[in-house]
């Protein structure tokens, strides 16, 4: 437990030695090796059903998991890798793009709120309602003032989901450096199976880069809570995110304690009407 409290008291936003620059990025604290994270991660990620399952079945407390970073940073390997692990029967994998011309009739926490997580399940947001001081203060797509107010109300919605619905709240960052980023979109060129995920917004959003680096740093300030932390995860190193990311969740579930419900019904009376049924079968 000691190793994971240091790995996440390491990456916590808050911690005067993180940064969002390039060479950040590229960094692996922690000092573990490729092979031992890679190895370490698997059985992270079998724990982590465990705890899941438990968590599932008291039915008591929730955990949202928040991932954000730029184009090609790794949230979907991160959900592959890691979550996937967890049983799609207590988890949820929400992705938030463009608003729909009916959200953007509503306030911008209107579409997020309705995919928290309820008692018993884990909601993994894959971008979240981040985008929202994020890509809207880059391209300035709201005022000014109205996106100061954004930074207080997102705090106030995580505060409503902690201490009023019983959910854990945990945000990463996955930190890209920009020569990372452009040797992701070359694979993506050369495998016919990633054609897919090609945009054209991928290149123009590029442009902005430095911009989005700023804004970032602004939301990570204002926002990282106690109660909802942000990590920054160093992403160039792909095995080095899913372990971290692992950890860090892992040592959430932890924490959380959950347990199984004692039985509903008389188990000694069970036990008798299965026996009956077992010598009736014969």
């Given at each position: 437990?000691?190793?994971?409290?240091?790995?996440?008291?390491?990456?916590?936003?808050?911690?005067?030695?993180?940064?969002?620059?390039?060479?950040?990025?590229?960094?692996?604290?922690?000092?573990?090796?490729?092979?031992?994270?890679?190895?370490?991660?698997?059985?992270?990620?079998q724990k982590i059903r465990?705890?899941?399952?438990?968590?599932?079945?008291?039915?008591?407390?929730?955990?949202?998991?928040?991932?954000?970073?730029?184009?090609?940073?790794?949230?979907?390997?991160?959900?592959?890798?890691?979550?996937?692990?967890?049983?799609?029967?207590?988890?949820?994998?929400?992705?938030?793009?463009?608003?729909?011309?009916?959200?953007?009739?509503?306030?911008?926490?209107?579409?997020?709120?309705?995919?928290?997580?309820?008692?018993?399940?884990?909601?993994?947001?894959?971008?979240s309602h981040y985008e929202?001081?994020?890509?809207?203060?880059?391209?300035?797509?709201?005022?000014?003032?109205?996106?100061?107010?954004?930074?207080?109300?997102?705090?106030?919605?995580?505060?409503?989901?902690?201490?009023?619905?019983?959910?854990?709240?945990?945000?990463?960052?996955?930190?890209?450096?920009?020569?990372?980023?452009?040797?992701?979109?070359?694979?993506?060129?050369?495998?016919?199976?990633?054609?897919?995920?090609?945009?054209?917004?991928?290149?123009?959003?590029?442009?902005?880069?430095?911009?989005?680096?700023?804004?970032?740093?602004?939301?990570?300030?204002?926002?990282?809570?106690?109660?909802?932390?942000?990590?920054?995860?160093?992403?160039?190193?792909?095995?080095?995110?899913?372990?971290?990311?692992?950890?860090?969740?892992?040592?959430?579930?932890?924490?959380?304690?959950?347990?199984?419900?004692?039985?509903?019904?008389?188990?000694?009376?069970?036990?008798?009407?299965?026996?009956?049924?077992?010598?009736?079968?014969?």
């Amino acid at each position: 437990m000691g190793v994971i409290a240091s790995l996440t008291a390491t990456l916590r936003a808050g911690n005067k030695s993180v940064r969002i620059d390039s060479d950040y990025a590229r960094k692996t604290p922690g000092g573990i090796s490729e092979s031992a994270a890679i190895k370490a991660t698997v059985n992270i990620a079998q724990k982590i059903r465990a705890l899941q399952y438990r968590l599932y079945a008291e039915n008591r407390q929730g955990l949202l998991i928040v991932l954000q970073g730029l184009d090609a940073a790794g949230k979907d390997g991160t959900i592959r890798h890691v979550l996937g692990m967890m049983n799609p029967q207590g988890c949820t994998v929400t992705s938030f793009k463009e608003p729909t011309p009916i959200e953007m009739h509503h306030d911008f926490l209107w579409r997020i709120h309705r995919h928290a997580p309820a008692r018993g399940e884990v909601a993994i947001f894959n971008r979240s309602h981040y985008e929202d001081v994020l890509v809207a203060r880059v391209h300035q797509l709201c005022p000014k003032r109205q996106l100061a107010l954004r930074y207080d109300q997102i705090n106030q919605f995580e505060s409503l989901l902690t201490t009023q619905n019983n959910t854990r709240v945990i945000k990463f960052f996955l930190h890209l450096s920009p020569e990372e980023q452009l040797a992701r979109f070359a694979a993506r060129l050369d495998d016919p199976s990633k054609h897919w995920k090609i945009s054209t917004a991928d290149y123009t959003e590029r442009q902005y880069w430095d911009d989005y680096q700023e804004a970032y740093a602004v939301a990570l300030k204002k926002t990282d809570t106690d109660k909802a932390p942000w990590y920054v995860i160093p992403a160039d190193h792909k095995w080095y995110r899913n372990y971290a990311v692992a950890r860090i969740v892992l040592e959430t579930l932890e924490a959380m304690t959950p347990r199984l419900p004692e039985p509903s019904v008389d188990l000694k009376k069970i036990r008798a009407e299965y026996h009956k049924a077992v010598r009736e079968a014969r």
